[in-house]
């Protein structure tokens, strides 16, 4: 390396991306450009670090692929926080291979990290399960080993592992704090509230309480079974039944569930399931129809019987029936119900499971999106809707040093 | 032109303190190299460390027989050894893109890295008297009986190598083993080079060929 660009290097190391900056500002040789890539994304610009990085990394010669792979991983960095899902997967595994080939394996590994964090992003939690057993958190530096423990936290906070992510948190943070960036130790603090914090609520014989994600935990555990309005399914102990596409059931079985053990009044069915404000035989009708589906959906889990005034849900085995529903239930909670599940959807999709006209669900998407509380990506029909993600995403930059020869 | 492997003689450090080496210079019994923020001494005989000076040192550095001279930024610096002061700085002739630095008869040699390229410029005024031109980038220069060498990284591939010093026509050429860069460059005066390993913190003796 060259003199200033030692000089610089070492001030963007030391958090002085300005001095950095002052030092390359007018250089357009490939490192200089890199350097002056990653100083204007620890400033915030992230469209010119963007630019800078790219440009840096097509000046590398043929001699410098390490260099232009960094510059790449960096690319891919900037582009994740910014939620710009657009950027090719595939160009950040070849520049990770590449690492791999070249024996930089702190970088490969900040590499690998991203990719998990992508999939994790666009609510691939399976895909990012799998591909985060490749990633080898040892020879990471303090900061990536702490991006790493938020990825796996977020992973098990989804998955309901509470315990997992706890250990996960405390580890991320003992790395924050040695890496000494206060942003990243806020982060993960940040992020820890999110277990001390009510990820739901209970009704249990008519009787609501919050429920900390530890307590979803070990209630999906119990042997109760669960009527959870969260993600529109009924859970017994090893058999979860989706009712995700099926709402009018769904509003039955919740109606039902919240009664027990009591029953419900044929009219006060009518009016939750078909929204009716009075029922006529043409409702009671559908009702039975709705109600025998209901029963052929549950099948061992619960049975369905009628009562004199109308019907009433029993658990067959366990011995509890409980009801888990939104810390919040306000304008549009059923669609962050669905949402909340941290996987991706389209809002056709979302249509379907609300039984919703499409235009109704754009709407609300888009009024939820402008309230901050559901984030899209891609375009036209590929356009994706989800939750803001859980924590596992760290908005600060762990840009990887992307010059050569060193 | 001859093509052989460098043969590694020793290694010393890493140093404690010092994660890079940037430049590399003897003063005829002690090894002085740059690591950012300081000029550290050891003695190649031991690899024990015997000094170090607080000044700027980003890239190459030199011994006239008396002064150190250290690349900061894109200044050359002339030190006096005894007391750690500058005592005078001059501009380097690659505005900062300046890697490699050597003493010879008089003048100073600088190692221009991307541009290709090595100086000999005037130590008072720093005015270019002549360049020649390489092929590969250069990331450290030495003078030894009439013979001009300098280092060579790219990526992977790190060479230290023997030019005419009238035409930068390549004479002789010394392969660095794979994962072995050459960040700074000097002659101990006989029949070793003394060679900056970079982000290894290392310092390698690397025989010179007869």
């Known amino acids: 390396m060259d003199s200033l660009i030692t000089a610089a290097a070492r001030a963007l190391a030391g958090g002085d991306p300005l001095g950095a900056l002052k030092r390359v500002a007018l250089r357009d040789d490939p490192p200089a450009l890199a350097l002056r890539g990653i100083a204007m994304a620890q400033l915030g610009d992230l469209a010119r670090a963007k630019t800078l990085l790219k440009n840096a990394a097509r000046g590398f010669g043929p001699r410098e692929a390490r260099a232009r792979a960094r510059c790449v991983v960096a690319e891919a960095e900037i582009a994740l926080v910014s939620r710009d899902l657009s950027f090719p997967s595939k160009a950040l595994d070849m520049a990770r291979a590449t690492l791999e080939k070249h024996d930089d394996w702190v970088n490969a590994a900040h590499a690998r990290n991203l990719v998990v964090r992508r999939l994790l992003l666009v609510g691939r939690v399976d895909e990012a399960e799998r591909a985060l057993a490749d990633v080898d958190p040892a020879p990471l530096p303090p900061a990536s080993r702490a991006a790493y423990e938020l990825v796996v936290a977020g992973i098990a906070i989804r998955r309901l592992q509470t315990k997992t992510a706890r250990a996960a948190l405390a580890r991320a ?11 990243l130790t806020a982060e993960v603090e940040s992020a820890s509230l999110l277990l001390d914090t009510p990820a739901a609520r209970l009704i249990e014989r008519g009787e609501g309480r919050p429920l900390l994600l530890e ?61 009716a404000k009075h029922a006529d035989e043409s409702h009671r009708a559908r009702l039975r129809v709705e109600i025998g589906r209901l029963r052929a959906e549950l099948g061992k889990l619960a049975e369905v019987s009628a009562t004199k005034r109308g019907f009433a849900l029993a658990p067959r085995q366990a011995g509890e029936l409980v009801v888990l529903v939104p810390p919040v239930e306000g304008q549009h909670a059923a669609m962050l119900a669905f949402l909340a599940d941290g996987e991706s959807w389209s809002s056709s999709a979302l249509a379907i499971a609300l039984g919703a006209s499409p235009r109704t669900v754009q709407r609300a998407l888009e009024a939820l999106g402008a309230a901050g509380k559901v984030q899209s990506f891609g375009r036209g029909r590929a356009r994706r809707w989800m939750t803001p993600p859980v924590p596992a995403f760290p908005t600060v930059l762990l840009l990887p040093g992307p010059l050569p020869g060193d | 032109m001859k093509h052989v492997q460098a043969e590694i003689l020793r290694e010393y450090g890493p140093f404690p303190g010092a994660d890079n080496v940037h430049g590399v210079t003897f003063d005829g019994q002690h090894v002085w190299f740059a690591s950012g923020d300081k000029l550290n001494a050891f003695d190649p005989a031991n690899g024990e460390t015997v000094r170090a ?36 700085t001059i501009p380097a002739p690659g505005e900062g893109g300046d890697s490699g630095l050597a003493w010879a008869e008089g003048t100073l040699w600088v190692g221009q890295h991307r541009g290709r390229k090595i100086h000999q410029i005037d130590p008072e005024t720093g005015a270019i008297l002549r360049t020649i031109e390489s092929n590969r980038v250069v990331t450290g220069v030495t003078w030894i009986d009439g013979e001009l060498w300098h280092g060579t990284w790219e990526g992977d591939e790190s060479t230290v190598r023997r030019v005419d010093p009238e035409t930068g026509k390549v004479l002789e050429t010394l392969d660095m083993p794979a994962g072995m860069g050459v960040s700074g460059l000097e002659s101990d005066g006989g029949d070793r080079f003394f060679c900056g390993g970079g982000k290894s913190g290392k310092v390698r003796a690397v025989r010179r060929p007869r």
């Open chain 1, 215 to 275: 307590e979803v935990e070990m209630l999906f555990a119990s042997q109760a079974l669960v009527v959870d309005a969260c993600r529109h399914v009924v859970r017994g102990t090893g058999t979860v039944v989706s009712l995700a596409t099926r709402p009018v059931l769904f509003a039955l079985a919740r109606a039902l569930a919240e009664a027990w053990p009591g029953d419900v009044p044929r009219g006060a069915l009518i009016a939750r399931a078909f929204r």
């Open chain 2, 53 to 88: 000076i607080d000044v700027a040192a980003h890239a190459g550095t030199a011994f006239d027989g008396r002064h150190l001279f250290q690349i900061a930024e894109d200044r050359i610096q002339k030190i006096d050894p005894k007391t750690g002061r500058v005592l005078s």
């Open chain 1, 173 to 183: 943070e003992r790395a924050a704090r040695h890496a000494n960036i206060p942003a």
